[in-house]
């Protein structure tokens, strides 16, 4: 258990909707970052928040959106869904900002867009 | 370009040792991770290196030379239970992309 948590564990919904995908940090982890794994793509970092602030940001999408709350939680929305967006979502922390910590992994988001 | 290249798959058996590559184009190195994942998991953490040269962690070690922008995790006494895919991940600190993962390399390991 990496102390990562992340809501819903599966997610299945239809084109055009959209979601929201929810994940709690490690106990002093300040960073979170989220990436999104298909099979044929791997694993695509998507964006970092660190300590309420977006860090940086990847191959993310404009239908989809995230945010870090004061509580260190944070959701990641998905809008406009289609059938492509269908992946493992996982969100990871880690205790700094920069890219030379360690990152901790969640379980994943499974998103089944029909 | 910023680009990481491992092989897709690897087969080895039981009791043997297995060594994965990685190489990597990026700019502003900050070091390079290995990550284990088993299917349907998430990836766990193995390993970090900065500099350039060997680190040993029990059974499994990583190799990284900066000048050749290669790396390589070499796992000794292979076990069923390692199995898995094993992730290069190179962050950056510039260009639009943070961090770089590479496609993986799915490990077999034979009884």
């Known amino acids: 258990d990496s102390g990562v948590t992340q809501t819903p564990k599966h997610l299945i919904t239809a084109t055009g909707q959209r979601v929201t995908l929810r994940c709690s940090p490690r106990?002093?982890?300040?960073?979170v970052y989220w990436y999104q794994q298909s099979l044929d793509q791997g694993l695509q970092f998507l964006i970092q928040?660190?300590?309420?602030?977006?860090?940086a940001k990847g191959n993310i999408l404009e239908r989809f959106s995230a945010q870090q709350f004061p509580d260190l939680h944070s959701e990641l929305n998905l809008s406009s869904l289609e059938l492509g967006d269908s992946a493992l979502y996982f969100c990871?922390?880690?205790?700094?900002?920069?890219?030379?910590?360690?990152?901790?992994f969640g379980p994943g988001t499974r998103l089944t867009v029909t | 370009g910023q680009n990481i290249d491992q092989p897709t798959e690897m087969t080895a058996t039981e009791g043997a040792i297995v060594q994965i590559n990685c190489t990597y184009q990026?700019?502003?190195?900050?070091?390079l991770f290995w990550y284990q994942q088993h299917a349907g998991e998430a990836p766990t953490f193995l390993s970090y290196?900065?500099?350039?040269g060997l680190e040993e962690k029990g059974r499994f070690s990583s190799f990284l030379s900066r000048s050749k922008g290669y790396s390589y995790l070499l796992l000794k006494e292979l076990q069923m239970k390692d199995s898995a895919s094993y992730l290069c991940?190179?962050?950056?600190?510039?260009?639009?992309?943070?961090?770089?993962f590479g496609t993986g390399t799915r490990l077999k390991v034979l009884a």
């Open positions: 990026t700019s502003g190195f900050n070091g």
């Open positions: 290196n900065v500099l350039d």
């Open positions: 928040y660190y300590n309420g602030e977006e860090r």
């Open positions: 990871a922390s880690s205790v700094g900002a920069s890219g030379t910590y360690e990152q901790y």
């Open positions: 991940a190179v962050p950056t600190t510039s260009g639009t992309y943070k961090y770089i």
């Open positions: 106990s002093g982890d300040l960073s």
